[in-house]
């Protein structure tokens, strides 16, 4: 008993005198881990370019934004689209797999409890050491998380599941973007369709006409040959209306998550008056866009980790405890006689490992800059979508009042060239030509309001949902 006191005495003071050293180790250590600066997004305005008025507050998204189209037909297929689209399944079973990181991360910083047990046959010389040997135990560990370690870790998975989910968001929004964007622009085939057959009827009856004064002697063979190639070729063209449609169909067949050419959409009108742009949108509201948010997680994750690898230069301390007993009969496994029990401490510091340390935290440092500047590039981005829209639907209406014009201006001509062409004062080509300009400024026309549709769904996608 006096030798194992004289022992324990030994290893405490042999102990004791080596703490300078570890002291010195984790100060050096401490002192050659870097400091990360702290990260700022781009400067912005409080307004955007093309809104002219201030605003007071940024308004909230709209979760069905596109009701305010006043569609019947869209919202079926919004629906429809947000209800099975596998975009939208993925970007979902993605968030699950970050969820689950997360509690992965969060079960580290708990205490870990197992269990095992045992059977062994040994050997030897003596009779004493031969037999079997049963045994069986609980073992408990857990680390004290010193230095934040398993914190940060935990905030940078917490971090990385909230931008899978910004990005499931986000894919929704793109999902009722398109399936919008695809509708009106089948609307807008569905107008120009129209106005094809009312041309094509326009010169039926033209040829009609021709054909029975070619028939008395009145005009040529030529005459009725140039309106008959009129109708083939407009024909022609209502027909590439007709294939244009038909992909739009299975485009939002698609959308919805079902075969191409089991949805149909019945012919129809779209509304008669766009959703209004409030003026004074503040720049406030990119904050709801989910993309930005995503990038902005992604980046402040990155920064977790780097916190998260700058504490492998400091020392890490882990308690374990075991308890459980070993016996060579296996009746007697649980009896006091064979119980066994032991309590550890263990702290780790390395000192030599080739610069791996410093090679994990200089790569967790470049991940930083490289989600920074994601972060960035992605508020940039947002900013000119918004610009982009703004000034695309000045401009559209700006155009469409001028093609109005024109429209009425060709309309008039027509009604004038076919007055005088049936009454003999003008030529064949000259109701042609007007009829052909009408037919042009019409298609025009129907095509800068579907632009303006277009770039309406685009501003509310840039503004993430709505401007109410």
């Known amino acids: 008993m006096r030798k194992t006191e004289k022992e324990t005495m030994f290893e405490t003071k042999r102990l004791l005198s080596l703490t300078p050293l570890l002291a010195a180790l984790v100060l050096a250590a401490c002192a050659s881990v870097p400091v990360s600066e702290p990260l700022t997004p781009p400067a912005t305005p409080a307004l955007f370019k093309h809104s002219a008025l201030a605003a007071s507050a940024a308004p909230q998204a709209q979760a069905d934004w596109w009701k305010a189209f006043a569609d019947p037909q869209l919202d079926v297929l919004t629906e429809r689209a947000l209800a099975r689209n596998t975009s939208l399944q993925q970007a979902a079973a993605r968030l699950a797999q970050a969820r689950a990181l997360l509690r992965g991360s969060d079960a580290n910083r708990a205490l870990q409890l197992g269990g095992s047990a045992g059977a062994g046959r040994q050997g030897g010389d003596a009779a004493q050491s031969r037999g079997t040997l049963y045994s069986a135990g609980l073992n408990a560990s857990y680390e004290i998380d010193l230095m934040g370690r398993l914190s940060k870790a935990s905030q940078a998975a917490a971090l990385d599941a909230k931008a899978a989910e910004s990005l499931l968001q986000n894919a929704r929004l793109l999902v009722q973007a398109e399936v919008a964007q695809s509708y009106f622009a089948l609307r807008a085939l569905d107008a120009e369709r129209a106005l094809m057959?009312?041309?094509?009827?326009?010169?039926?009856?033209?040829?009609?006409?021709?054909?029975?004064?070619?028939?008395?002697?009145?005009?040529?063979?030529?005459?009725?040959?140039?309106?008959?190639?009129?109708?083939?070729?407009?024909q022609s063209q209502a027909l590439a209306l007709d294939r244009r449609r038909a992909e739009l169909e299975h485009a939002l067949a698609l959308l919805a998550g079902e075969?191409?050419?089991s949805l149909s959409v019945a012919e129809g009108n779209w509304a008669e008056t766009l959703p209004k742009v409030p003026a004074g949108l503040p720049s406030a509201m990119l904050e709801r866009r989910p993309d930005v948010a995503a990038a902005q997680s992604t980046m402040r994750a990155a920064q977790a980790r780097l916190g998260v690898a700058q504490t492998a230069w400091f020392p890490s301390l882990a308690l374990t405890a075991s308890a459980g007993g070993a016996s060579p009969e296996l009746s007697d496994l649980f009896k006091s006689s064979a119980g066994l029990w032991g309590l550890n401490a263990l702290l780790n510091l390395p000192l030599l490992d080739g610069g791996r340390r410093e090679a994990g935290v200089q790569g967790a440092a470049a991940q930083l800059d490289l989600a920074a500047a994601g972060y960035r590039e992605q508020v940039l981005q947002a900013f000119r979508d918004v610009e982009d829209q703004l000034s695309a639907l000045t401009l559209l209406q700006a155009q469409a009042e001028v093609q109005a014009q024109a429209v009425a201006s060709a309309t008039r001509a027509l009604q004038l060239s076919d007055t005088r062409y049936r009454n003999g004062l003008v030529s064949q080509l000259e109701l042609l030509d007007a009829r052909r300009s009408e037919l042009a400024n019409r298609r025009q026309a129907l095509q800068l309001r579907a632009a303006q549709y277009q770039s309406t769904v685009a501003l509310i996608k840039a503004l993430g949902g709505g401007w109410v």
């Open 197 to 234: 057959r009312d041309t094509v009827s326009a010169y039926q009856d033209t040829l009609r006409l021709t054909e029975r004064r070619h028939a008395g002697g009145d005009v040529a063979e030529l005459d009725v040959v140039r309106v008959r190639t009129e109708v083939a070729a407009t």
């Open 259 to 261: 075969l191409p050419g």
